[in-house]
Nanobody, 133 residues
Framework: QPQLVESGGGLVQPGGSLRLSCAAS????????VGWFRQAPGKEREGISC????????YYADSVKGRFTISRDNNKNMVYLRMNSLKPEDSGVFFC??????????????????????????WGQGIQVTVPS
């Protein structure tokens, strides 16, 4: 049974850092693009960062560029999101997700359009990140 499980969330003060992890099981990440999505209270889910299956192309939302870094370790079947200089507006529930490489048209498509079109294959259950104001 394919599954994604996020960890590493929590409460962090403004300016602090967190590293989210996403463990995949029941399938291999090797041929999947991966991404992190955030949903804040009362707001639509948005793609924060996506990484190609070939591990060489990235997309970052403007709001997190220069502060967040997505990475993957296919040997461990893991996806990570390093978040630095956190701000209150970064708060929300963070989800990791995967997309079979043939189902998307690049990492920007995955983060901006494909998730809304339901072209992503698997989603984690989400994890809360809170940065108090």
């Amino acid at each position: 049974q394919p599954q994604l499980v996020e960890s590493g969330g929590g409460l962090v003060q403004p300016g602090g850092s967190l590293r989210l992890s996403c463990a995949a099981s029941g399938f291999s990440l090797e041929h999947y693009a991966v991404g992190w999505f955030r949903q804040a209270p009362g707001k639509e889910r948005e793609g924060i960062s996506c990484l190609s299956a070939s591990d060489d192309l990235t997309y970052y939302a403007d709001s997190v560029k220069g502060r967040f870094t997505i990475s993957r370790d296919n040997n461990k079947n893991m996806v990570y999101l390093r978040m630095n200089s956190l701000k209150p507006e970064d708060s929300g529930v963070f989800f990791c997700a995967t997309a079979w490489r043939g189902r998307i048209n690049g990492v920007q498509d995955m983060c901006v359009t494909a998730w809304a079109d339901r072209r992503l294959d698997y989603w984690g259950q989400g994890i809360q990140v809170t940065v108090p104001s």
